[in-house]
């Protein structure tokens, strides 16, 4: 099923980046030659997107929008209809998928955190994720360490349909290694219903006082089902400084007008005589 509409929350203040983000919004911070968020925009359009709503704070002359609609449009992304929703106040994930619950209206939707992305977005993972969805939600997830199981969202899997498919009955947001139902952690990568929106707007505050979109995930998870697609390695957490500077390296790489020069350039730095 062709899904049409991406949600990408791109509000947040960044903390874990800071001093890079006191002004500039984290979405904004550059890989390269491009910010982050176009990165995820184009893995969006790779998906069959053809709307995009981006869920943005309150900044006056909001810069993630202005990106994408002044001036000539960015190659690649012609065609593309943009829409800006905004989140006033930080009231979690799910308020802010909830916020672009008007521009979506009765479809499905595919929904990618800009904190993470792929190298190469033309060889992105999130097709895969769009391929089972049967009105269930489909949810990107991946072997988390146990140290890090408080740091993701954690699904109970049902069982196992394949080699990367598994039937999924509910979700925690950051369990901790000792309430975790599995080792699979949701890496910002879902397709849902449209009745997600429902299910938002009847949530109570959950982790951390906030409107947490696994709660959702939970409730509908555990009524009707859904299902997880496991992602391998190459999804990069830019939320953080490492992820920032692997993701400048991966996509340094896998340019090819860049790559072989910068490749030689590591090399001489990484045996020490850079
Ligand atoms: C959010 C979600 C969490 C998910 C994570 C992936 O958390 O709430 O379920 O596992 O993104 O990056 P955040 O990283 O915004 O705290």
């Not at 954690?154 to 498919?165: A, F």
Request: proline fraction near 8%.
């Amino acid at each position: 099923m062709a899904i049409e509409v991406a949600v990408i929350p791109c509000a947040g203040a960044g903390t874990r980046m800071r001093p890079a983000t006191r002004v500039l919004p984290k979405a904004m911070i550059p890989v390269v030659d491009r910010p982050v968020i176009q990165y995820v925009v184009e893995e969006a359009v790779a998906c069959g997107a053809r709307e995009v709503v981006l869920v943005v704070d309150e900044r006056p002359g909001d810069p993630v929008m202005s990106h994408f609609i002044e001036g000539e449009p960015i190659e690649g992304l012609e065609g593309i209809a943009f829409v800006a929703v905004s989140q006033d106040e930080p009231r979690g994930l799910g308020d802010a998928v909830l916020r672009a619950a008007a521009a979506v209206g009765d479809r499905p939707f595919v929904c990618l955190l800009s904190d993470n992305m792929f190298p190469v977005p033309s060889q992105a993972f999130t097709p895969a994720l769009v391929e089972p969805y049967d009105g269930r939600p489909v949810l990107a997830v991946r072997h988390v360490e146990g140290d890090l199981l408080d740091r993701y969202g954690i699904v109970d899997v049902d069982e196992h349909l394949g080699d990367s498919l598994v039937s999924v009955k509910g979700a925690v947001e950051k369990p901790g290694a000792d309430r975790a139902p599995s080792s699979l952690g949701l890496v910002g990568r879902y397709v849902f219903p449209p009745i997600v929106f429902q299910v938002l707007a009847g949530l109570d505050p959950g982790h951390g006082g906030e409107i947490q979109l696994t709660d959702a995930i939970h409730r509908i998870a555990s009524d009707g089902g859904a299902l997880g697609r496991i992602v391998d390695d190459s999804l990069l957490d830019i939320g953080v400084p490492l992820g920032l500077a692997e993701a400048t390296a991966a996509v340094g790489l896998a340019r090819p007008d860049l790559a072989v020069r910068y490749r030689e350039f590591l090399e001489r730095i990484l045996k020490g005589s850079g």
